[in-house]
């Protein structure tokens, strides 16, 4: 099979080559999807760069979310049957036509969904599921706080937020960018280059939930924005990972500070995570409530021009490849 490589171990986009692996044999448990579609996420740039290793046991190949049709299915499996249309959460391996992936980790593509809008899922709502909503624990009429609001993973938690009928203040960079996430459905939509977003964000009434993946610039802003009993959850620190954060601010607001990773969970935890989102995010997706929009596809010769576009940043939405 067709896989994308990392050249040299790591460095920048051009580092990325198409070359010819075995076709993986998937084993009990385990299904074989035909990749028609692999989302890109930040994730897959730092691995590039040598700063986030894939878990032990898990493939070399960039890519942890893909779509496609179920080609091989493992002892033990009986849910799936060659030919499914399947989306699925991966350890890694998403940059290449065959993937091999645990059959509990493993999503329907609904009806009428094509698979370059499948692939730019799981992930994505995984992500914003495990941390805006279990750990975060948003209700309806509260009010989260999207940091990078017109990421992939901001771009989905505006649609979920909204499907639960929670408000939603969004930043995000530039007069453009600001607009699109009020096109998406924030309530609020601040850009972050302009203006003084504390004093909006307060005005409107604070923030009950916080979706934080800057980090260490908006450590101050997230502790003024919450309030009483706010949750502050952190899955990405692109301005760095050591913040000052007010201790006293914390305990007199009772504020939660959370934060977390989903490559690295085991993968009976990611099976119970795949099962929840199914039950509760699911039919929203189904039902075209969530759709995040998908900004550009490259074919899988074109992985380094699509890392380039991800790491220029001036997208809104997922990027894509097809294979």
């Excluded at 290793?53 to 091989?72: F, R, Y």
Aim: charged share 20%; aromatic share 4%.
């Amino acid at each position: 099979m067709r896989v994308v490589e990392i050249t040299n171990g790591s460095g920048p986009a051009e580092s990325l080559a198409l070359a010819d692996r075995p076709d993986p044999v998937a084993g009990p448990g385990q299904i074989r999807i035909r990749v028609r579609a692999a989302g890109i996420n930040r994730p897959d740039i730092l691995q590039r760069l040598g700063r986030y290793p894939a878990p032990p046991g898990a493939s070399d190949i960039l890519g942890l979310e893909v779509a496609g049709e179920v080609d091989q299915v493992g002892s033990g499996v009986t849910r799936w049957s060659p030919g499914d249309r399947v989306c699925a959460l991966l350890g890694g391996g998403g940059y290449a036509e065959f993937a091999v992936v645990d059959a509990r980790h493993v999503l329907p593509v609904p009806d009428g969904m094509d698979e370059v809008q499948a692939a730019a899922l799981p992930e994505t709502v995984c992500t914003v599921f495990a941390n805006v909503f279990e750990a975060g624990g948003l209700q309806a009429g509260e009010t989260l706080l999207i940091h990078g609001a017109t990421s992939g993973i901001g771009v989905t938690a505006i649609q979920m937020a909204r499907a639960v009928d929670a408000r939603i203040i969004a930043t995000s960079r530039g007069p453009e960018k600001a607009a699109a996430a009020r096109r998406l459905g924030a309530d609020l939509s601040l850009d972050a280059s302009a203006g003084d977003m504390e004093a909006a964000i307060r005005t409107f009434g604070g923030a009950d939930v916080v979706l934080d993946m800057v980090g260490a610039d908006y450590a101050t802003l997230n502790q003024a924005a919450l309030n009483p009993f706010g949750r502050w959850v952190v899955i990405a620190t692109q301005s760095g990972s050591v913040a000052q954060v007010d201790l006293g601010r914390l305990m007199m607001k009772r504020i939660t500070l959370t934060g977390s990773t989903l490559r690295g969970r085991p993968a009976d935890e990611k099976a119970r995570l795949i099962a929840a989102v199914e039950a509760t995010a699911w039919p929203s997706v189904v039902s075209g409530a969530i759709r995040p929009p998908v900004e550009a596809t490259f074919s899988l010769e074109q992985a380094s021009a699509a890392h380039l576009r991800l790491e220029a940043g001036g997208h809104v939405g997922k990027i894509v490849l097809t294979v």
